[in-house]
């Protein structure tokens, strides 16, 4: 098994020449300038970054899937390899202390090998004993990275997650390098493999497990490798964000397919959403206007915009949607003031992706950590910020069924708004969203998502 890599398919991401391998030491050059400046702040002279240790579930001896320190994995494309530290010092080869013990009862990492691997220092170490004598003897000038659950973990450092170093690190991590982007390409690719199988399944009239299984195939991930639970929702299930159940049997009759799956590469995540009727001509002409109004939320993305006033719009523009369609009446502000278009749409446009699916640094408005709030009444948008060249992120509006929402409506100027008989239709058939993954230019946007698709 390659050092903690998922496997892939295509796996060709291991060799320097490839286009990572080109791409990575500009990736690693950019991220010792963050440290060497989150350092200076801290006025600390080491970055020690954990890469995490195994969860254990309660009264038994089982662990939980191992999820990586996001910082680490942003590093190097080590996802599977816990118990293991980076070691950054300015001006110096950052140090990687491998933990590869002797362990007979399950896999462990194989040995390091790949396109980051040069980029370190590396020191294979069996035994956690071993650990202490490879960090900085000053452990009063290092700052710790990473969640420590067990102290003998710090080794004595005790600047943990300091603010400063962690503010200014997370608001750096909005704007992607080339090779984080390319990483973002590729499991945009893979996703979207894994988006067509599962339509063609649910065309044969699958179950949501079998969907499932065929989008899992296709990607060729098992689950705890994918970057979060899919929402595999046939029917009303659309209609649940996040839905992770997965009925065994197909339902009697077939309306609607709402699919959000993602996949990873090195580390990197992409978050898909697509809906489908299955042979139903006016739940089809939905689906085609909620298309048509994300594209033209895309249309709208360049450096400059703020995010904020973005999804503001995009519930105007769902205002519309919803008049056109038969849900409402009015006119898009009406259906704003009065919470119709939120009762329709009740989560954020969007959030910034990477290494996370949803990545960090989202409200910050500078690396001091200041906070940008969502707007009034939208406290779930996850995305405030102006928007600059080379940020990642989704746009995903949806439209659903909510009764619990709607029925909030009742006996407010709101309730007037709504077509009780439409929403009625609507109900079997759950819900439509829309989602791709965009890397912000000066001028516009890359569409990573169509892309993907339009490749394959
Ligand atoms: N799949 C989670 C999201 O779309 O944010
Ligand atoms: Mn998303
Ligand atoms: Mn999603």
Redesign the pocket.
Known sequence: MKQGIIPDMNDDYSDKNSRLGVLYPGHIEALKARHDHALLKSGASHAVIFSGSPKVTFLDDMSYPFVANPHFLSWAPLGCLPLSYIVYTPGETPRLIYYQPHDYWHVVPGDPVGYWAPHFDIRIVPSMDDIAALLPKDSDKCILIGEIDDAAHAFGIERVNPAMAVNILHFARGIKTEYEVECMRLASRRGARGHVAAEAAFRERASEFEIHRAYCHAVSHIDNELP?GN?VALNSHGAVL?YTNLDREPPDEMRSFLI?A?ARVCGYAS?I?RTYSFDDARFAELIERMDAMQLEIVGKLRAGVDYRELHVDAHRMLGDVLVDTGLAHGDADTLLETGVTSAFFPHGLG?LIGVQ??DVGGHTQNESGTIIDPPSGHPFLRLTRVLEENMTL?I?PGLYLIDMLLEDLRGTPAESHVDWNAVDWLRPFGGVRI?DDVRVTLDGCENLTRDAFAAI
Do not use: L, N, Q, R
């Open positions: 979060y929402i996040h959000d993602g978050d959403t959030h699916v949803h989704t995903e989602e």
